[in-house]
């Protein structure tokens, strides 16, 4: 089977937008699950619901792919699965290392997602010589003074990092001198790499903080308070970075809210 450090995915020199790219793996997801159910076809608008986009929006992104679907038929399942995997590099085997065997480096470890989806975790590899040896999800613990042997081996050109911040540059900076070209950073920090490089960065707490801007809103709109429920601050405060401004109007707005359901009540 062949490696992950020499083939690459064709999908740039295709011209194929990142944002289309980055849709690619929702269209698969939904149709593995269509395929898990022996569904023969699928039309736009229903793959286009169960992927989370409109349908205009997924007919544009298959034109990349050369796909157009029949009329009056939809889209044949099966061969859009092997053609969106055969795009997105699934086809082959992508070895890849796990930097970090913490509680989030062990559940990664764990994941029994990655061998379905193309890719093997070849090593885990930690800093703390205690790890050295254990085993985890089956696999022994590797210390990080092998890590550029270890990424020569397996031919390795995927890492995943997931150490605390203080170390993830430090461990990125070796796994690019070893020959990755890719990494998924888990590390609560921003990397930098050269250019060639290609970083996804997942941080949890900004996608929290995200949900928790959108339940603010909609507390907001639910008791009609609008911006000033939501925490704006009120016409003729200070909303700067020390928040001297900002707490107190939010208290009053909320405030005026309880003062608003009193009298409505």
């Known amino acids: ?57 997924l007919r544009k992104d298959f034109s ?9 038929v939809g889209y044949d399942v099966e061969y859009l699965v092997y053609q969106i995997s055969r795009e997105l590099g ?16 062990a559940a990664l470890a764990n994941y029994g997602g990655f061998a379905s989806r193309g890719f093997r975790v070849a090593a885990l590899i930690d800093a703390d010589p205690a790890m050295a040896g254990k085993p985890v999800a089956g696999m022994p613990v590797q210390h990080t003074d092998d890590l550029e042997k270890i990424i020569e081996e397996n031919g390795v050109s995927i890492g995943v990092i997931a150490t605390p911040a203080g170390a993830a540059q430090q461990v990125s900076e070796r796994l690019i001198a070893a020959g990755v070209t890719s990494i998924l950073n888990f590390a609560p920090t921003v990397l930098s790499v050269p250019d060639g490089v290609d970083v996804r960065k997942v941080d949890l707490s900004i996608e929290l903080q995200i949900l928790a801007f959108h339940e603010q809103r909609k507390a907001g709109e639910e008791t009609g308070g609008g911006a000033e429920a939501a925490g704006t601050p009120a016409e003729g405060t200070t909303g700067g970075a020390s928040g001297t401004g900002a707490a107190p109007a939010a208290g009053r707005a909320g405030r005026r809210l309880r003062a608003q359901g009193r009298a409505r009540g």
């Open 64 to 72: 990349y792919l050369g796909s157009y679907g029949t009329r009056g």
């Open 90 to 105: 699934l086809t082959q085997d992508w070895p890849v290392v796990i930097v970090g065997i913490g509680n989030l480096g």
């Open 1 to 57: 089977m062949a490696t992950g450090r020499t083939h690459r995915p064709a999908t740039r020199s295709r011209g194929i937008p990142e944002a289309t790219v980055a849709r690619l793996p929702l269209y698969l997801r939904a149709l593995t699950a269509l395929s898990e159910r022996s569904v023969p076809t699928v039309s736009s608008e229903e793959l286009a619901a169960a992927a989370g986009v409109n349908s205009a929006k």
